[in-house]
């Protein structure tokens, strides 16, 4: 069957796209609605209604066709031809009307949303700008600056703002179609909006528009798109519509052949494809309404207010009644900071609190399907909560361990029945952190990794499967550069010149700065735990652990690598700059200058040898794991796809 059938209603032809599962402007679909606009030219209806199956209006162009060149009937063509047909056309949207799917709706001559529609430019988000006249058109219709900031950040906006600006006509709250065929008959017998492409384009100042446009991109940091989507933008208001989608087209092709457009384009499918297992196909997973979870620190109210934010019932244990009040007044922060950003309402909120109970004995964990202890990095202490669930939980509950390194099959190895323990290491915040490693130990059952892959979902997180090993994905390649980035220090970097080169990389922050952030005693305290693991002949640097042994543990003490004043701002630190010189001579290691590339070099091939060896021993399936978890746990910069996806480019 068609992608796109045409069906009459009265006097008005209805086209549907039916191109599952987000009706993606395919070759098909666009082949169809050439020859359904052909249709409707000759046999002249009243007006055409354009509508889509399924979950959604025309999510976008079809990315997975990038790759290739471009096959007719191309998308900017059709629709001019669709602005220029010589019925009215009525775009009837639900669900999100993205990239090429907004383009299509500002062909037509009307757009009426559904309620609960989004409509937006996202095309940044894939290193591109629209390509078929969004932001040629889209200033053409509502306010220039407001087309600027959704072709510049790619956020989609909701159907009611998307009616305050201009840029839907009507919404509904009624059943979509039949509000469509009013709309059209309406249109039908009014005279028809002037095409927005033969619209003048309003004038806007230079110095409103610098403004406005240096905070659109401020963001941005190494990332081009929303630089060109923004000049794409201002051409468009320089120039008439034709040139200016000429121009406009130019810049998407050249876009498209770019190395941040092919990264951008890899983690979009690679985030997509990650947290699939054929183990878990078919098998359902167990209930997970009922959550627990053991420690009310950072970490465990983080978790129990991503479940209490995701609708679930949340039991949390802590050792005594001062730490359960302290962890409570923590989840009930998380919960009362999303009411304060107007993220949910006073009912919600009330709501969630209702579904959420403290204690200090492990009775109240009864009841619950799955429990994740979030409690002190400390094996033996994680047996013992381990015991403690064991005999409180129902046999088929789902027991989850935190841990962001201990071993998990100690762990599972530890319970009578340890194919009812998994790992997942929430990363902090936990409430607002996207990825989630599932930790697969050896014994784990099938339906226990589906239950924690169907608690991903439910929590809104993106899953990475890993294997166990010390670190598993995320913390182990973190631990191999952060240990480059020491031995760095010795042969001639200083912190200031790494973190710069890290942040010039595109990170959000360096190695340093980070560890000053969370706190140099974590680290301290791990180290001690296993130095009389470490073979004699592995290469130490001392340097961390004489910070720490002064009390200096970073920005919380006011010094760590850095010193910190008033204002928060780091600054660089004598004594510990002293120390890495002491350092150096005192291993009779001559430093060398290292510029930022050469710096970089060692700490990006540093994590690509260590992913190379996680896949090689199986704690990651697949690249895409490596590089989903490298951008989603440390922020390594997107629009360069992760150390995996750079290697093999
Ligand atoms: C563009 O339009 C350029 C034009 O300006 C100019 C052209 C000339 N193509 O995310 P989900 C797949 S650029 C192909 O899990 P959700 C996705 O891979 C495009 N496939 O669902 C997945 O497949 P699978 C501008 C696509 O409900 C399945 O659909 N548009 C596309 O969480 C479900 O996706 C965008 O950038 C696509 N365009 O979210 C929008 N989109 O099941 C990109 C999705 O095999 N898409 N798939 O794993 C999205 O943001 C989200 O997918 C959406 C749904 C919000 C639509």
Request: with cysteine; glycine share 8%.
């Amino acid at each position: 069957m068609s992608v796109v059938t045409t069906q009459m209603h009265g006097d008005i032809a209805v086209v549907t796209i039916d191109n599952p599962p987000v009706n993606a402007a395919s070759q098909a679909v666009r082949q169809g609605l050439l020859a359904a606009l052909q249709a409707t030219e000759k046999s002249q209806p009243a007006a055409v209604v354009l509508i889509c199956s399924g979950r959604s209006f025309v999510a976008g162009a079809d990315i997975r066709e990038f790759d290739k060149p471009f096959l007719e009937p191309m998308l900017p063509d059709l629709l001019n031809a669709i602005e220029a047909a010589t019925r009215p056309w009525i775009a009837a949207i639900h669900g999100t009307a993205l990239g090429g799917g907004c383009e299509l709706a500002l062909a037509c001559s009307h757009r009426l949303g559904l309620s609960t529609a989004k409509i937006g430019l996202p095309e940044v988000n894939l290193g591109l700008i629209p390509g078929a006249g969004g932001t040629v058109r889209l200033p053409r219709l509502i306010d220039p600056l407001e087309a600027a900031r959704l072709a510049v950040t790619g956020k989609p906006i909701g159907a009611a703002e998307a009616h305050k600006l201009g840029l839907f006509d009507a919404v509904t709250e009624d059943d979509l179609l039949t509000a469509a065929l009013t709309m059209a008959r309406d249109a039908a017998s009014q005279p028809r909006p002037k095409p927005l492409l033969s619209r003048e384009a309003p004038a806007v100042a230079a110095e409103t528009w610098n403004t406005a446009i240096a905070k659109l991109t401020s963001k941005a940091r190494g990332q081009h798109s929303p630089h060109e989507a923004a000049a794409s933008v201002r051409d468009a208001l320089d120039h008439d519509g034709i040139t200016a989608l000429g121009l406009e087209r130019e810049r998407f092709m050249r876009l498209k052949g770019s190395s941040q457009s092919a990264a951008l384009r890899y983690i979009f499918f690679a985030e997509r494809t990650v947290g699939k297992t054929p183990r878990t196909k078919g098998i359902t997973p167990r209930p997970t309404a009922n959550i627990g979870v053991v420690g009310g620190g950072t970490m465990g109210a983080g978790i129990a207010a991503a479940a209490l934010l995701a609708g679930l019932t949340v039991h949390m244990v802590e050792r005594d009644l001062d730490a359960a009040n302290a962890g409570a007044a923590r989840v009930e922060g998380i919960i009362g900071g999303s009411l304060k950003r107007g993220l949910i309402s006073q009912t919600r909120h009330d709501t969630l609190l209702q579904n959420f109970t403290t204690a200090s004995t492990y009775a109240s964990l009864a009841t619950a399907d799955l429990v994740i202890e979030a409690v002190f990095e400390d094996m033996d202490v994680k047996k013992q909560v381990f015991a403690a669930l064991e005999a409180a939980c129902k046999p088929e509950a789902v027991l989850a361990t935190n841990t962001s390194y201990l071993d998990v099959n100690e762990i599972a190895a530890s319970v009578k029945d340890p194919s009812r323990v998994v790992g997942l290491h929430f990363f902090s915040p936990a409430h607002i952190m996207k990825l989630l490693e599932i930790v697969v130990p050896e014994t784990v059952a099938d339906d226990v990794l589906a239950t924690a892959l169907q608690l991903a979902k439910s929590l809104g997180k993106l899953p990475v499967l890993a294997g166990v090993c010390d670190g598993f994905i995320a913390n182990r390649i973190m631990s191999s550069y952060r240990r480059e980035a020491d031995y760095l220090l010795e042969d001639g970097a200083l912190p200031h010149e790494v973190d710069t080169a890290m942040r010039d990389f595109g990170m959000p922050m360096g190695i340093f700065e980070m560890q000053d952030l969370a706190g140099l005693d974590i680290g301290w305290a791990a180290r001690k735990r296993r130095a009389t693991a470490r073979p004699a002949s592995e290469r130490y640097v001392d340097i961390p652990d004489r910070i720490c042994e002064q009390g200096n543990f970073g920005r919380k003490t006011g010094r760590g690598w850095y010193l910190y004043g008033e204002d928060g701002t780091p600054q660089r630190n004598p004594e510990v700059e002293a120390l890495i010189l002491a350092e150096s001579a005192r291993k009779n290691i001559t430093r060398q200058s290292f510029g930022a590339e050469a710096i970089m070099a060692r700490i990006l091939g540093c994590m690509q040898s260590e992913g190379a060896a996680i896949l090689t021993e199986g704690i990651a399936a697949s690249r895409e794991d490596i590089d989903v978890t490298m951008v989603n746990a440390f922020g390594f910069p997107r629009w360069k796809g992760g150390p995996m996806f750079l290697r093999d480019a």
